[in-house]
């Protein structure tokens, strides 16, 4: 079946450090991948997809690259603040169905 | 359109009744799925639609759930007989048929006494 394991947390960071949060699945398939961010009181919301291997997602200076051969997909951003504290799910798709989510992992960030 | 819409936002129930959410997705999309969110947990799917047709249903939709889409347009997920297992975020999303983006709402979270 098809999995999703994300480092876990919860991790707290100093306002300008770097962030990486791992991702590795297993899926029966060629899987799109797919980075969420649940900020506090609020929905699930997509922060970046690639859809096939070597392809690089990013948004408001998030990144993470489709890599097919170690089956990762980690976040990071070179300068996180305040505003980034979330929880960030790692996500699987196939065949556009359903998906298959990790636990999460919840950021902080401390001025 | 604002996105995808649920209601209510949060319900609170004794055990054994009955309950119904609604999700109202974005209107020019076709698949709409049902996830469970728990805390510390991601999002576990329950079931989806294409249109009308419930195309899949997770293991985890005991025979106490029931989901609809009558028109193809908004559906409800209905749960009868509550347990206190119950207790979780009910997650709407939608998307296109042709595309593997999905768009949540804000969820039901349901809390069963």
């Known amino acids: 079946g098809n999995s999703v394991t994300q480092m876990e947390g919860p991790v707290t960071l100093s306002e300008e450090a770097f962030l990486t949060i791992n991702c590795t699945y297993t899926a029966t398939g060629y899987p799109s991948l797919f980075w969420y961010v649940q900020y506090p009181g609020e929905g699930l919301q997509l922060l970046l997809k690639?859809?096939?291997?070597?392809d690089k997602g990013s948004n408001k200076g998030f990144e993470a690259t489709y890599r097919k051969e170690t089956t990762s997909f980690h976040l990071e951003k070179g300068s996180v603040q305040v505003s980034d504290s979330a929880v960030y799910f790692c996500a699987l798709s196939i065949n556009a169905g359903k998906s298959t989510f990790g636990d999460g992992t919840t950021l902080t960030v401390k001025p | 359109d604002t996105g995808v819409s649920q209601d209510p936002r949060h319900k609170i129930t004794k055990r054994g009744q009955n309950v119904t959410f609604r999700c109202d997705p974005i209107s020019e999309h076709n698949r709409l799925y049902w996830y469970r969110q728990t805390l510390g947990q991601g999002p576990e799917f329950l079931t989806y639609?294409?249109?009308?047709?419930?195309?899949?249903k997770s293991r985890l939709l005991s025979d106490r759930f029931s989901a609809e889409r009558p028109k193809g347009s908004f559906s409800t997920l209905e749960i009868q007989r509550t347990e206190q297992g119950d207790s979780a975020m009910y997650l709407c999303?939608?998307?296109?048929?042709?595309?593997?983006?999905?768009?949540f709402g804000q969820g039901t979270r349901l809390t069963v006494v």
């Open positions: 999303a939608s998307s296109l048929e042709q595309h593997t983006e999905a768009f």
């Open positions: 690639a859809t096939k291997a070597d």
């Open positions: 639609f294409q249109n009308e047709a419930q195309l899949e």
